[in-house]
T-cell receptor
Framework: DGGITQSPKYLFRKEGQNVTLSCEQN?????MYWYRQDPGQGLRLIYY???????QKGDIAEGYSVSREKKESFPLTVTSAQKNPTAFYLC????????????FGPGTRLTVT | AQSVAQPEDQVNVAEGNPLTVKCTYS??????LFWYVQYPNRGLQFLLK??????LVKGSYGFEAEFNKSQTSFHLKKPSALVSDSALYFC??????????????FGSGTRLQVQP
């Protein structure tokens, strides 16, 4: 998982509360990504950012928000508008070169009750 | 849009036997293909990639993958499986360049179980 940290590893929240997941990288990568993983569905892209102060929606952005104020940080906020927030969330980064090899953090398991 | 199919939810193989995890893809232009492995409650680890060149790509932990353009496949292989290879494997393809989206599209994953 080297170079990318996600905290916390486990997170519990009550329904209706917003929660922010942290992702930090020290790889000097330009691009960063957030994925959601549910059993049997693989990884689905939530948001991605190719450069500081810029980000784009992925396939399932509704109910989520991000910011990219610093190159090394890409926090994800799961809002109360997200209907089914319980999932495993993975952050990744990439040098931003054309081949797009991505490096993943250890993940955060969010449980909302 | 680009897509990746991993037709097997699970593959079972005995230790010491060869293993194959299948992947087919659909993308416009030249494919950039990747394999990742995930152990329980962990992030994904990069195994190997195909960008161009030889159709047989060698990667980490003794894994290799065979790119077949005519069959649009990128199957993961290992000559001799280890119990420690048991994990979840993901195939991925770089998004179509003309979409403007600079990301990877992942398959649904294949669980590999290696029996002692």
């Amino acid at each position: 998982d080297g170079g990318i940290t996600q905290s916390p590893k486990y997170l519990f929240r009550k329904e209706g509360q917003n929660v922010t997941l942290s992702c930090e990288q020290n790889l000097n990568h330009d691009a960063m990504y957030w994925y959601r993983q549910d059993p049997g569905q693989g990884l689905r892209l939530i948001y991605y950012s190719q450069i500081v102060n810029d980000f784009q929606k992925g396939d399932i952005a509704e109910g989520y928000s991000v910011s990219r104020e610093k190159k090394e940080s890409f926090p994800l906020t799961v809002t109360s508008a997200q209907k089914n927030p319980t999932a495993f969330y993975l952050c990744a980064s990439s040098p931003g070169t054309r081949n797009y090899e991505q490096y993943f953090g250890p993940g955060t398991r969010l449980t909302v009750t | 849009a680009q897509s990746v199919a991993q037709p097997e939810d699970q593959v079972n193989v005995a230790e010491g036997n060869p293993l194959t995890v299948k992947c087919t893809y659909s993308v416009s232009g030249n494919p950039y293909l990747f394999w990742y492995v995930q152990y329980p409650n962990r992030g994904l680890q990069f195994l190997l990639k195909y960008i161009t060149g030889d159709n047989l790509v060698k990667g980490s932990y003794g894994f290799e993958a065979e790119f077949n353009k005519s069959q649009t496949s990128f199957h993961l292989k290992k000559p001799s499986a280890l119990v420690s290879d048991s994990a979840l494997y993901f195939c991925a393809v770089r998004d179509n360049w003309d979409t403007g989206r600079r990301a990877l599209t992942f398959g649904s994953g294949t669980r590999l179980q290696v029996q002692p």
